[in-house]
């Protein structure tokens, strides 16, 4: 007994502990998530999706995991079977490793750095590089057609989302995710989306400049996880499944988890940033280590709930106007927003 | 041309970049070509070049099988099966055809049955066509609210029929049933109900922002080209060509209601381009409302079974007998001779000459367009292929 | 409109239009589902539903019009008139059944479930059920023996026929016989040639029901 202590108080030990907690929440919030987007979709649409297995067929993404487990895994003859390999793990590091900064809740992030956002979009922006990469290596034309449209639509929309994050920084001054919340902390009306925890006149100033710089941040980090109306890497009416056409069994899987993973990665800094991370809409009511990391999971999901929502409304742009959107309205709006609240924390 | 061109592209900085086309094949087990349809596709980029389709996966003889029967009611089963989303089309232009031919005059009532039942179909067959267009665009919702009521339609025919898909309902002379007690009340009930969902799709698919942009302005086709490749139907009349055969051509007693042929008027881009052709599809399904309500308001008594001929024997001639599908112009030209069975069917399936234009319209799209422009033309490769 | 309406307007739009349409989802999020849990629930079928075949046998008279009716020759009969000293009951119409059905076999694998088999019975024993639930895993399966006579019925079937076929090939011959014996009789010279037509016929005509050895139907 004493052993196992010692043993688990060794600090690599703890860290390696530390760093399972936001796997652990990856994989059990997936299968919460596929599970909850299949409902909501079908419920969208008149239907009542899953039934069959388990109380309203809650264990059907366990059912699908397991399915997806013994599937065979296919490599095709001609892929880079390396690269091929390769590829979903990348993506999947990309994703996971930006959880490190995440505060999850008062009493626990990954890695409390200062630098957190900016590691954040930097770690995200290897998904770009594993993607790139299953495309080429499958050795398939729809896929290398999806890889390159997720490559050129990842890389043109981080420049807004990028400079949406920079307006938030700017009000904030720090890039410390844990330091952003707190500065929000004390109930709804400290959100930065209502103008942050700023005296009056300077939160009305904010308060509209915050709310595009939110919808700006909203479209492009929809357009980085690929979800409609931005999922043109795997339209499926086009491109048959973008760059996972050649994908099967557990690594089909790992690009699905990562998919999900990310998708709560932007809802959760989207929380971070604009609706107070953590903190607890209702000052010190409900609040605490496990109250925090309630709130955070509930605003993260309602914006994955969102994000669904948007998916089972919308029609699919086309690149050229993907690339118009990217380009011509949510960037421009950006650096106005930035250039105003500038002048707004100056004065 | 089905081999890749290579270019030299002079860059700004004066470095020759070396880019070649790119072949892909659409299809047939592409998830956007409805159905088994192939297309050669010639891509620079995103860029179409050229589209080649590749026909014949779901050929399945039916004109040469039609002339192997022991009698013409025999013929029917198998016009069903051509175009499989509007069946009840078929067998009306077949019938049209083989009265023409044989010279029966049917009793009102059948042709006011018939009238209700192919715009029906007609609803119904929009319904897919708008829903799996849909689809195209990545909506998938929208499909579904469709099909939810296209449901209902099936069900009035199920009711009527037994048949859910393939019916065999409209034979020569007359109608197989007549039409079932709560059939009145019921497709009331529906035309009510159904224009709630038309309203509601509108807004959802039809007039949403991003959807007019995918489809404004892209896959124009100009009315002398559409003349000029026989396209008929929605296609036709989507690029401005006022043209229906239900007000041209009357074949039944069309010209007895008061109903409106829907013109695409470029609204949102120009005249003839997908928007419109699919603007068009959605009016229609409101002038088929207006005319099933005043056909179900008005429909005479009569015994549908009585000019049904007992046997059928023509004499040796031949008859083309046309309707307006939902896809277009749909035909019957029969040849007969002193037998109880055709000497030589032919269709003319408006899917496969709406079709041969896709090369035209899609050279210079983007890929994204040649799937929007695929689905805006509505094919059904059952008709195609036939 | 200048380029910047445009501009501007495009974005109102495309910002209005994306939240009418969430309005719509929303909304139907909320109502209720339109679905049928199938295997569990099932939808009420309209008398004029048209799924697999049902046959009366009892009620065949063999006229083979449904055969001829089928559009994919998916009925397969084969009957055998049968002597008219038997007695082989009425159908509930109260036909007199005059023909033994010795095989009616449908595929339903290949029916396409037209209808235009029911209409021409004349005793209407065909009728279009509301089953829809058959599949098999093999496909002889779905051949359907509605047929209910066994071998040996059939057999003994096959044998009156012959009995009765040669008692009246008998009859005949003698019915010829004499009928020549009385035209010899009545022109004492005839013509040479009409003698041959009535002998060699008669032989041919008897030898053509049992002529064909089909082996009897397996059930
Ligand atoms: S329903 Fe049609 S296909 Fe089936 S047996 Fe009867 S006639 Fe033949
Ligand atoms: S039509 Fe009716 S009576 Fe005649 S053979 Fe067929 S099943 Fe028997």
């Keep these: 007994m004493e052993n196992i202590l010692a043993f688990l108080n060794e600090p690599a030990v703890t860290m390696v502990l530390l760093a399972l907690i936001p796997l652990v929440f990856i994989l059990v919030y997936a299968l919460v998530t596929i599970y909850f987007e299949m409902k909501v979709a079908a419920h969208i649409q008149n239907r009542l999706a899953y039934m069959e297995t388990g109380w309203h067929g809650v264990i059907q993404p366990i059912a699908d995991m397991l399915k997806l487990l013994q599937k065979e895994d296919i490599i095709p003859t001609d892929a880079d079977k390396f690269l091929f390999i390769l590829a979903p793990y990348l993506v999947f590091i990309g994703t996971y490793a930006s959880f490190a900064v995440m505060p999850f809740s008062s009493g626990f992030i ?97 308060f509209p400049f915050m709310f595009i710089l939110f919808i700006i941040y909203l479209l492009s980090s929809m357009a980085e996880v690929n979800r409609t109306p931005f999922d043109l890497p795997e339209a499926e009416s086009e491109l048959v499944q973008g760059y996972n056409t050649e994908y099967s069994g557990m690594k089909f899987a790992i690009f699905y988890l990562a998919e999900y993973a990310n998708l709560f990665l932007v809802s959760a800094i989207v929380v971070v940033m604009f609706f107070g991370g953590w903190t607890s809409p209702f000052g010190s009511f409900m609040s605490g280590t496990v109250w925090s990391a309630f709130w955070f999971v509930l605003k993260g999901m309602s914006f994955v709930f969102l994000n669904i929502w948007l998916r089972w409304t919308l029609p699919r742009l086309r690149v050229d106007q993907l690339m118009y959107v990217s380009w011509k309205v949510l960037t421009p709006f950006a650096l106005f927003c930035i250039i105003a609240i500038g002048f707004i924390m100056v004065i | ?164 898909l393939l019916y065999n309902y409209i034979w020569i002379g007359g109608l197989s049933h007549d039409i079932p007690p709560q059939f009145v009340e019921r497709t009331k009930e529906f035309c009510t109900d159904f224009k709630k969902t038309l309203k509601e799709v509108n807004d959802l698919l039809n007039y949403n922002e991003i959807f007019i942009k995918r489809t404004a302005n892209v896959g124009i086709l ?72 005043q056909a179900i308001a008005t ?38 001779e002193d037998s109880v069975t055709p000497y030589r069917i032919k269709a003319r399936a408006p899917a496969f000459v709406n079709l041969s234009v896709i090369n035209e319209i899609s050279k210079g799209a983007m890929l994204a367009d040649l799937v929007a422009i695929m689905g805006s033309i509505d094919i059904v490769l059952g008709e195609v292929d036939r | 409109m200048t380029a910047l309406t445009i501009y501007f307007n495009d974005i109102y739009r495309a ?197 064909p050895d089909t082996p009897p139907t397996q059930q």
């Design chain 1, 110 to 206: 990954g890695s409390n750095i200062d630098l957190g956002i900016f590691y954040l979009v930097a770690a995200s922006s290897l998904v770009v590089v594993g993607l790139l990469m299953a495309g080429w290596a499958s050795n398939n034309k729809w896929s290398m057609f999806g890889a390159l449209r997720s490559a050129a639509q990842i890389v043109s929309y981080e420049i807004p989302g990028v400079l949406a994050i920079l307006g938030v920084v700017m009000v904030f001054g720090t890039m410390n995710m844990q330091t952003m919340t707190q500065m929000q902390d004390g109930g709804i009306q400290n959100w930065l989306i209502i103008g942050g925890n700023f005296p009056l006149g300077q939160k009305l100033a904010l």
């Design chain 3, 15 to 211: 910002i209005s239009s994306a939240l009418i349409g969430m309005r719509i989802t929303i909304r139907q999020m909320v109502s209720p589902t339109v679905t049928l849990q199938y295997p569990h629930e099932k939808k009420q079928m309209p008398d004029r539903v048209r799924n697999r075949l049902y046959m009366n046998y009892d009620d065949c008279i063999g006229c083979e019009l449904c055969a001829k009716a089928c559009p994919v020759d998916c009925i397969e009969i084969e009957v055998m008139k049968a002597p008219p000293t038997e007695t082989l009951g009425e159908t509930s119409t109260g036909q007199k059944k005059r023909i033994y059905v010795t095989k009616f076999d449908i595929d339903i694998a290949k029916c396409c479930y037209c209808g235009l088999c029911v209409f021409p019975c004349p005793t209407e024993c065909l009728k279009m059920t509301d089953v829809y639930e058959f599949s098999e895993y093999d496909r002889n399966n779905l051949i359907y023996n509605f047929g209910t006579m066994s071998a040996v019925e059939v057999e003994t079937a096959k044998l009156k026929v012959k009995q009765y076929d040669e008692e009246q090939t008998a009859k005949k011959a003698a019915a010829a016989a004499q009928a020549a014996a009385a035209k010899a009789a009545a022109a004492a010279q005839p013509a040479p040639v009409p003698e041959i037509p009535a002998a060699p016929v008669t032989p041919a005509q008897s030898e053509q029901p049992k002529g």
């Design chain 2, 1 to 164: 041309m089905t081999e890749t061109h290579l270019h030299a592209i002079k860059t700004s900085t004066g470095r020759t970049l070396r880019t070649e086309e790119m072949v892909v094949n659409m299809g047939p087990q592409h998830p956007s070509t409805h159905g088994v349809l192939r297309l050669e596709v010639v891509l620079d980029g995103e860029i179409v070049v050229d589209v080649i389709p590749h026909l014949g996966y779901l050929h399945r003889c039916f004109e040469k099988h039609c002339e192997h029967m022991t009698s013409y009611q025999q013929v029917i089963p198998y016009v069903d099966r051509m175009d499989y989303v509007a069946a009840m089309t078929n067998e009306h232009a077949f019938v049209v055809a083989a009265e023409k031919l044989l010279k029966i005059e049917v009793p009102e009532r059948v042709h006011y049955i018939r009238i209700i039942m192919a715009e029906l179909q007609r609803i119904a067959s929009h319904l897919i066509a708008i829903g799996t267009f849909g689809i195209d665009m990545g909506a998938f919702t929208p499909f579904l609210y469709y099909f939810r009521d296209r449901e209902k339609i099936l069900e009035l025919f199920e009711m009527t029929c037994g048949a859910r």
């Design chain 2, 222 to 293: 100009p009315k002398d080209l559409a003349i000029n490749y026989a396209c008929s139907g929605p296609m036709l009349r989507g690029s401005g060509v006022d043209f229906d055969l239900r007000r041209d051509d009357p074949y039944t007693l069309y010209n007895k209601f008061e109903w409106d042929v829907i013109v695409g008027k470029g609204e949102m881009g120009t005249v003839g381009d997908v928007w419109d052709r699919n603007i068009v599809r959605q009016r229609e399904m409101w002038e088929s409302l207006r005319i099933i309500e």
């Design chain 2, 299 to 336: 429909l005479p008594e009569g015994d549908v079974q009585k000019a049904v001929p007992k046997r059928i024997r023509p004499v040796p001639g031949d008859a083309y007998g046309r309707v307006e599908g939902p896809r277009g112009e749909l035909g019957f030209y029969i040849v007969a």
